[in-house]
């Protein structure tokens, strides 16, 4: 009889150490839009933006351009954060440690940690937006990184954004993927060499409408996460089979990385989305129901925890562009497009669950686990129950 109870015991504890020992999903986030009377013609204020972002489930917000009272709101929270520095602040802190440190006297010492900040993006896409910055930005991101240690905090990472189409050569196939010239030896391969030297993440902007508007033989359930017979393309060099274009895109990245040195440094999704309307007339595609199920699509592949084929944890955090819709008027002929999840006046535009749980093996969330350890122990006991009987 003992030796029964014992083995089944012992393998009940087995089964509940392998469940506890599981790796969580990506953090979904948010990017919440540098709102100013340009953009928004009556801004929300901090507390409604704040609460919005919880009641939505989101675990993490994206800050496009800091702003102290913001933070402020969140103090006390479980949503975690990720500020941005102005692309104009960093060719003045690249000059000069003392700018760093004012900076983050602003806008991160009187909240961290009460504040859980874990990431400071120096610049924005600076390589698209500000490219006569880019000598700046290494320096700047070093700058931030001192001036953190110099003030005793070692738990905010330090790093900067990037475009898909901006840094990498080719989306398909992800084996064949580098880093553009000469913007890899100038700046890629340095700024990868300072990540992995400060456990830093890899900020990359990854938007499949935009691929997808470039390559036409794309189709567009393959953008969408649409799961069709078809729906596949083929990495012959890896043999991978890639069954959406995120994927592919992501592992794009993570093998310019590895062609550059660097294969396991993790990749952030700082902004990803679809838009659901466009200025432009034959933008046909950007509209409300395939915005609206680019993102379910998304969700529901974080939360399967399949991660990539490259990399099996896939992405650490993915955040959503963006809040709610910017009011901007066509400025220079240029075609605007909405992204937002909300309308301008903060309602929802969609109806989706944003919140992320832990994946365990198959079950989706805390509580599942909970459950389905309950049942196992519940079952084995009754399994040791029955053979003191029969013994």
């Given at each position: 009889?003992?030796?029964?109870?014992?083995?089944?015991?012992t393998?009940t504890?087995?089964?509940l150490?392998?469940?506890?020992?599981?790796?969580?999903?990506?953090?979904?986030?948010?990017?919440?839009p540098?709102?100013?009377?340009?953009?928004?013609?009556?801004?929300?204020?901090?507390?409604?933006?704040?609460?919005?972002?919880?009641?939505?489930?989101?675990r993490?917000?994206?800050?496009?351009?800091?702003?102290?009272a913001?933070v402020?709101?969140?103090?006390?929270?479980?949503?975690?954060?990720?500020?941005?520095?102005p692309?104009?602040?960093?060719?003045?802190?690249?000059?000069?440690?003392?700018?760093?440190?004012?900076?983050?006297?602003?806008?991160?010492?009187?909240?961290?940690?009460r504040?859980?900040?874990?990431t400071?993006?120096?610049?924005?896409?600076?390589?698209?937006?500000?490219?006569r910055?880019?000598?700046f930005?290494l320096?700047?991101?070093?700058?931030i990184n001192l001036?953190l240690?110099?003030?005793?905090?070692?738990?905010i990472?330090?790093?900067?954004s990037?475009?898909?189409?901006?840094v990498?050569s080719?989306?398909?196939?992800?084996?064949s993927?580098m880093?553009?010239?000469?913007v890899l030896?100038i700046?890629?391969?340095?700024l990868?060499?300072?990540l992995?030297?400060?456990?830093s993440s890899?900020?990359?902007?990854i938007?499949?409408?935009?691929?997808?508007?470039?390559?036409?033989?794309i189709p567009?359930?393959?953008?969408?996460?649409?799961?069709?017979?078809?729906?596949f393309?083929?990495?012959?060099?890896?043999?991978?089979?890639?069954?959406?274009?995120?994927?592919m895109?992501?592992?794009?990245?993570?093998?310019?990385?590895?062609?550059?040195?660097?294969?396991n440094?993790p990749?952030i999704?700082?902004?990803?989305g679809?838009?659901s309307?466009?200025?432009?007339?034959?933008?046909?595609?950007?509209?409300?129901?395939y915005?609206?199920?680019?993102?379910k699509?998304?969700?529901?592949?974080?939360?399967?925890?399949?991660?990539t084929?490259?990399?099996?944890?896939?992405?650490?955090?993915?955040?959503?562009y963006?809040?709610?819709?910017?009011?901007?008027?066509?400025?220079?002929?240029q075609?605007e497009?909405?992204?937002?999840?909300?309308?301008p006046?903060?309602?929802?535009?969609?109806q989706?669950?944003f919140?992320?749980?832990?994946?365990?093996?198959?079950?989706?969330?805390?509580?599942?686990?909970?459950?389905?350890?309950?049942?196992?122990?519940?079952?084995?006991?009754?399994?040791?129950?029955?053979?003191?009987r029969l013994?």
């Amino acid at each position: 009889m003992s030796l029964c109870f014992w083995f089944s015991l012992t393998f009940t504890v087995c089964f509940l150490s392998l469940l506890t020992r599981s790796t969580s999903l990506p953090t979904i986030g948010v990017t919440f839009p540098a709102a100013t009377s340009n953009t928004h013609s009556k801004q929300p204020s901090r507390e409604q933006v704040a609460a919005t972002v919880q009641s939505l489930g989101f675990r993490s917000v994206r800050l496009e351009a800091s702003d102290p009272a913001m933070v402020r709101t969140f103090l006390y929270s479980n949503t975690t954060l990720i500020l941005t520095i102005p692309n104009q602040l960093v060719p003045v802190i690249a000059a000069n440690r003392s700018s760093a440190v004012q900076w983050l006297y602003l806008n991160v010492v009187p909240f961290f940690p009460r504040a859980k900040i874990t990431t400071i993006s120096v610049g924005n896409d600076l390589l698209e937006s500000s490219p006569r910055f880019s000598t700046f930005l290494l320096p700047a991101m070093r700058n931030i990184n001192l001036a953190l240690r110099d003030l005793g905090i070692r738990k905010i990472s330090v790093s900067t954004s990037f475009s898909f189409l901006n840094v990498i050569s080719t989306s398909f196939p992800p084996s064949s993927s580098m880093f553009r010239s000469p913007v890899l030896d100038i700046l890629i391969r340095p700024l990868l060499q300072f990540l992995h030297e400060t456990n830093s993440s890899f900020l990359v902007n990854i938007y499949p409408y935009n691929v997808y508007r470039l390559q036409s033989e794309i189709p567009i359930g393959y953008a969408l996460f649409q799961e069709h017979p078809f729906n596949f393309r083929d990495d012959l060099t890896t043999g991978v089979r890639y069954r959406n274009l995120f994927d592919m895109m992501v592992d794009a990245v993570i093998s310019a990385m590895a062609v550059a040195g660097h294969d396991n440094i993790p990749v952030i999704v700082a902004e990803t989305g679809w838009p659901s309307s466009s200025s432009d007339a034959s933008e046909v595609e950007a509209n409300p129901a395939y915005a609206e199920m680019y993102i379910k699509g998304l969700i529901g592949h974080l939360r399967s925890g399949l991660g990539t084929p490259l990399r099996k944890e896939g992405v650490s955090e993915i955040y959503i562009y963006e809040l709610f819709d910017k009011e901007e008027k066509n400025v220079n002929n240029q075609y605007e497009r909405t992204w937002g999840i909300l309308y301008p006046n903060m309602t929802n535009k969609y109806q989706i669950d944003f919140s992320g749980s832990a994946a365990i093996f198959g079950f989706g969330g805390r509580e599942s686990l909970e459950m389905a350890a309950g049942l196992f122990l519940i079952s084995a006991l009754l399994h040791g129950s029955l053979v003191f009987r029969l013994l």
